[in-house]
């Protein structure tokens, strides 16, 4: 029986319903400024996206639009002003920013409180510390929500997550492994010897790393979960538009998992909707 469909979008609209009871307790409206600099085309998308969910939530949103030439010196004096802003709680800085900027550097200036990304080291340090009360990188915690949203029983299972970035797969990890969700978690790089065998023997599989397709379907046991964190554009001639969007993981894998999220409609509209949760508790803390 193929595996029954991880819904990205229904989870995200589950969430979005209970955030906006959230927002019509908060003192004030929640408030969240995007920074984007240059023309990537993907990256424009993203924040339009962003945009129409703060629209939709009632959320207000500023937009700062920097031109690729813009310096270094330039964005960080605009994240030292949002920072010094009483009525802004969340600021996020799009990915990727031109290659002439350091982007780490950048990200260590927002105030941690108002790090809606989850990714300034404060606030992956409190991962570490158990402390998962506040802003996380909203991907995993993505993930996290789909994972409780579909009812998977996660406590003493083995999970395997491929991939080690700090914004995904070491994060998805500690959340894995924390108490309340207690699995046993190992964690596939490059330089793992036998990626395959490590997935064969986990009940949930989640795969981040940016290789489409990677994880075949006799990579997976039988009635396992599995993640598709990836989206990768790949080249296919049989579409209109010369490409399509591919997972991390083979559409194969269908015959064997129990439960498997689309690319596109899984963990993309969780990752937008996390963003959300997390601004709307920005929020909420900076007024308690």
Request: charged share 25%.
């Given at each position: 029986?193929?595996?029954?469909?991880?819904?990205?979008?229904?989870?995200?609209?589950?969430?979005?319903?209970?955030?906006?009871?959230?927002?019509?307790?908060?003192?004030?409206?929640?408030?969240?400024?995007?920074?984007?600099?240059?023309?990537?085309?993907?990256?424009?998308?993203?924040?339009?996206?962003?945009?129409?969910?703060?629209?939709?939530?009632?959320?207000?949103?500023?937009?700062?639009?920097?031109?690729?030439?813009?310096?270094q010196e330039?964005?960080?004096?605009?994240?030292?002003?949002?920072?010094?802003?009483?009525?802004?709680?969340?600021?996020?800085?799009?990915?990727?920013?031109?290659?002439?900027?350091?982007?780490?550097?950048?990200?260590?200036?927002?105030?941690?409180?108002?790090?809606?990304?989850?990714?300034?080291?404060?606030?992956?340090?409190?991962?570490?510390?158990?402390?998962?009360?506040?802003?996380?990188?909203?991907?995993?915690?993505?993930?996290?929500?789909?994972?409780?949203?579909?009812?998977?029983?996660?406590?003493?299972?083995?999970?395997?997550?491929?991939?080690?970035?700090?914004?995904?797969?070491?994060?998805?990890?500690?959340?894995?492994?924390?108490?309340?969700?207690?699995?046993?978690?190992?964690?596939?790089?490059?330089?793992?010897?036998?990626?395959?065998?490590?997935?064969?023997?986990?009940?949930?599989?989640?795969?981040?790393?940016?290789?489409?397709?990677?994880?075949?379907?006799?990579?997976?046991k039988p009635?396992?979960?599995?993640?598709?964190?990836?989206?990768?554009?790949?080249?296919?001639?049989?579409?209109?538009?010369?490409?399509?969007?591919?997972?991390?993981?083979?559409?194969?894998?269908?015959?064997?998992?129990?439960?498997?999220?689309?690319v596109p409609?899984?963990?993309?509209?969780?990752?937008?909707?996390?963003?959300?949760?997390?601004?709307?508790?920005?929020?909420?803390?900076?007024?308690?």
């Amino acid at each position: 029986m193929p595996a029954k469909r991880l819904d990205g979008k229904s989870c995200a609209a589950d969430l979005e319903e209970r955030l906006k009871v959230r927002i019509s307790k908060c003192e004030s409206q929640p408030h969240l400024a995007v920074v984007i600099v240059g023309d990537d085309p993907a990256s424009h998308v993203y924040v339009k996206n962003k945009i129409l969910s703060c629209e939709r939530l009632g959320i207000k949103s500023t937009h700062i639009e920097l031109s690729a030439e813009t310096t270094q010196e330039e964005v960080a004096e605009t994240i030292v002003s949002l920072n010094n802003d009483p009525t802004l709680h969340g600021i996020l800085i799009q990915s990727p920013l031109p290659s002439h900027m350091d982007e780490e550097s950048l990200t260590d200036l927002i105030d941690p409180r108002k790090d809606v990304d989850g990714f300034h080291p404060t606030n992956l340090g409190r991962i570490v510390q158990g402390r998962l009360d506040g802003m996380i990188p909203c991907t995993p915690a993505g993930v996290m929500e789909m994972l409780r949203w579909a009812d998977v029983e996660m406590a003493g299972k083995k999970a395997v997550v491929i991939g080690r970035s700090f914004n995904v797969g070491m994060p998805q990890a500690l959340l894995l492994a924390a108490r309340g969700a207690d699995s046993t978690v190992t964690i596939v790089h490059s330089k793992t010897v036998d990626a395959k065998a490590e997935c064969l023997g986990a009940d949930i599989v989640i795969a981040a790393v940016g290789r489409p397709e990677m994880v075949k379907q006799d990579w997976i046991k039988p009635g396992a979960v599995v993640i598709d964190v990836g989206i990768n554009r790949v080249d296919d001639d049989t579409r209109e538009r010369g490409w399509r969007l591919a997972g991390d993981v083979h559409p194969d894998v269908e015959q064997v998992a129990s439960l498997l999220s689309p690319v596109p409609g899984g963990v993309g509209p969780m990752t937008v909707a996390m963003l959300m949760a997390n601004t709307v508790t920005a929020a909420e803390a900076q007024h308690s």
